[in-house]
């Protein structure tokens, strides 16, 4: 109310978005590195998935934070519309 | 759906998949409680307070319909039928959302309505309002009960947890957050569980044709074992249940990509409530477009990991010879091949991608079911001109009251094999007749209130009666085995409509010409349905017209190659 819109802080979707997958990959990027077993290897004939997603998903963080930081969500306060 | 118990489906998950998945519903719930601070108004808690940009809801527009039903049911259709199971992407959704945005979005965005039924309403009046409102509200809550019924089936099976705990948590969560941050909550929650959905999918999808040699291994080993039409989408002839391949075309051009598509693209509420939320005219008519580019492309990762599994799972192979699978069904084929194929860690991943897609699916069926229910059912014909905290209270009444009512009905779903066949069937009594009555509405001014009800009526009996001769359980005098009966039920309904609306129309009187502007294209000045380009909404990558143009070019392309 008090100023003529304020930054969307933490409720940033984009935000939420950034640190889910930057937590995802980082835990899967270490798994992968050195967690995972011979055993898990073979499912997928030695593919190390674990791996390759943690790093996909460390990217799409780094894609999601670096864009909320450089154009942050003003949200307007105006008083909104009454209805009905 | 045939009792699972017997075949053994466990994933070995352990606890670094269950960390990974709560980490995932704590941001969901902390989503809910974030939301909350914004909402003040009805219309805050049931339409987002119509403040959302573009990319949000484009992606909630598509994650609303990607629901368990969709990703199981359309993984088994790729294990069954193969590449055909793409129409139901390609033909059978994004030249409808590229029509909603383009079209008819300039009338539901610029009527400022806040739901379909209310179009109806200002249109056709009261009866059509009362039919459509009705039977929506009825919908969702049945296919409510359907997601949640297979989540339950599908947490029983993964991990082992008791069916009637799995109902009540998962219930849980949905009503936890949708009641708390209304459709704003919702919205958010299906973003992120678009993005959980593709993270789960696409290393399942890597790692699979890294498996079987890439996409050529994969098509010399479907050719291997005798694939006929799997790896061609048309004609579909088994797909459709069609023998004649030229009439199995026409049926999924004409009843998937035109009846049954544009019915429930356009105008079930469940999506077009995502455009409502958007924050401008130009933003809700790029919602269905910005959200029909994922959609053109999420096959990839749905249908071809349903193709892998017919060739490296056996009990998958086992059904596509006709043989006994031990207890096994194609709807089960998503979890087999994560089982098969992930180490844990992505596991849960996976895990949580599933689960996500469940939820969010019963999130929007309650999420809209509440505004329809709050607005065009109680609002107008229960409780009149209160204030606005009382709608307030209803809508979160009705989020409680849908989600214990979808409980109950969780167990509608328990008869039927393919999963897909019940909710087509579902589809096309409700919305292959809406479609009709709204494009006959919006573009012929003359056409009649009391056209609006009856063509509704006779084209979704019309549906019921086609579905009845079509089931092998009812009548079975019609031979439409495979989807082709809904198909056929949709275009029926259809047809049915144009001509008793017609018909009706020219015994009845018109609606007055001066309570239809805005609402029928002939009397609506051209500044209403246009939108504005300046400020968020300018740059020519932000017209719609252009990215509707750039999606059914990249659609034909699609086709070109994997036709």
Not at chain 2, 300 to 324: E, R, S, T, Y
Not at chain 2, 477 to 495: R, T, Y
């Amino acid at each position: 109310m008090a100023e003529k819109g304020h930054k969307a802080g933490l409720f940033d979707l984009r935000l939420i978005i950034a640190v889910l997958f930057g937590i995802y990959g980082v835990v899967l990027t270490i798994v992968g590195l050195g967690f995972t077993t011979d055993a898990d290897l073979a499912k997928a004939d030695g593919l190390n998935i674990n791996l390759w997603s943690g790093l996909g998903m460390l990217v799409v963080a780094a894609f999601f934070g670096v864009w909320t930081f450089t154009k942050p969500l003003v949200v307007p306060d105006e008083v909104p519309e009454a209805e009905g | 759906m045939p009792v699972l118990a017997q075949a053994d489906l466990r994933l070995d998950a352990n606890p670094l998949d269950y960390i990974l998945l709560v980490i995932y519903f704590s941001v969901v719930l902390g989503i809910g409680v974030m939301a909350r601070r914004s909402v003040s108004t009805s219309l805050d808690f049931l339409l987002s307070g119509r403040s959302l940009p573009a990319w949000v809801t484009g992606l909630a527009f598509i994650s609303a319909n990607l629901g368990a039903i969709e990703l199981l049911g359309m993984a088994a259709n790729g294990a069954q039928y193969g590449l055909p199971t793409v129409h139901y992407y390609w033909i059978g959704a994004i030249p409808a959302m590229v029509f909603l945005g383009l079209v008819m979005m300039p009338f539901y965005y610029g009527s400022k309505v806040r739901s379909v039924p209310e179009f109806l309403r200002r249109r056709f009046g009261t009866g059509a309002h009362l039919v459509n409102a009705l039977s929506f509200a009825l919908a969702q809550v049945l296919i409510a009960g359907v997601n949640l019924y297979a989540l339950a089936l599908l947490l029983n099976l993964l991990l082992g947890w008791p069916i009637p705990l799995s109902i009540v948590i998962a219930a849980l969560v949905v009503l936890t957050y949708t009641t708390l941050g209304g459709l704003s909550a919702a919205i958010y929650n299906e973003v992120l569980q678009f993005f959980v959905i593709v993270a789960a999918l696409l290393p399942l999808t890597i790692v699979g044709l890294y498996k079987v040699g890439g996409w050529n291994g994969l098509v010399d080993k479907l050719t291997a074992k005798g694939a006929g039409e799997e790896l061609n989408a048309w004609p579909a002839t088994e797909l459709t249940g069609i023998s004649n391949p030229v009439l199995s075309v026409i049926g999924i051009v004409f009843g998937l990509g035109f009846v049954l598509s544009f019915g429930y693209w356009t105008t079930n509420f469940a999506e077009v409530q995502r455009a409502l939320s958007a924050k401008s005219m130009s933003a809700a008519r790029r919602t269905p477009i910005i959200g029909a580019f994922p959609k053109a492309l999420i096959p990839f990762i749905i249908i071809i990991p349903g193709m892998i599994a017919a060739v490296v799972i056996p009990q998958v192979q086992a059904l596509n010879a006709g043989q006994d699978p031990g207890g096994i069904t194609y709807n089960e084929t998503l979890p087999l091949l994560i089982r098969e194929l992930l180490p844990n860690g992505m596991l849960g991943i996976a895990i949580t991608g599933l689960l996500a897609s469940f939820m969010a699916g019963v999130a929007a069926n309650v999420s809209s079911f509440n505004t329809v229910f709050t607005y065009d059912l109680w609002q107008d014909y229960v409780k009149k001109d209160r204030p606005d905290e009382y709608y307030l209270r209803i809508g979160r009444l009705a989020t409680i009251g849908g989600t214990i009512i979808a409980i109950g009905t969780a167990f509608i779903a328990s008869g039927y094999g393919n999963i897909m066949d019940y909710i087509q069937a579902l589809f096309s009594f409700f919305n292959a007749p809406l479609f009709a009555t709204f494009i006959l509405g919006m573009f012929w001014k003359r056409m009649s209130a009391a056209a609006g009800w009856i063509g509704l009526v006779a084209g979704t009996l019309g549906a019921v009666v086609i579905f009845v001769m079509a089931d092998p359980k009812l009548l079975g005098v019609l031979d439409l085995p495979g989807q082709g009966a809904s198909f056929v039920g949709a275009s029926v309904a259809f047809v049915l409509d144009i001509v008793v609306s017609v018909v009706v129309t020219m015994f009845t009187k018109p609606v007055p010409e001066k309570q239809l502007g805005g609402l029928v294209y002939s009397l609506t000045p051209k500044a209403d349905r246009t939108h504005s380009t300046t400020g968020d909404d300018a740059g020519w990558y932000r017209s719609p017209a252009l990215l509707g143009g750039g999606v059914l070019v990249l659609t034909t392309a699609l086709y070109i190659i994997f036709g």
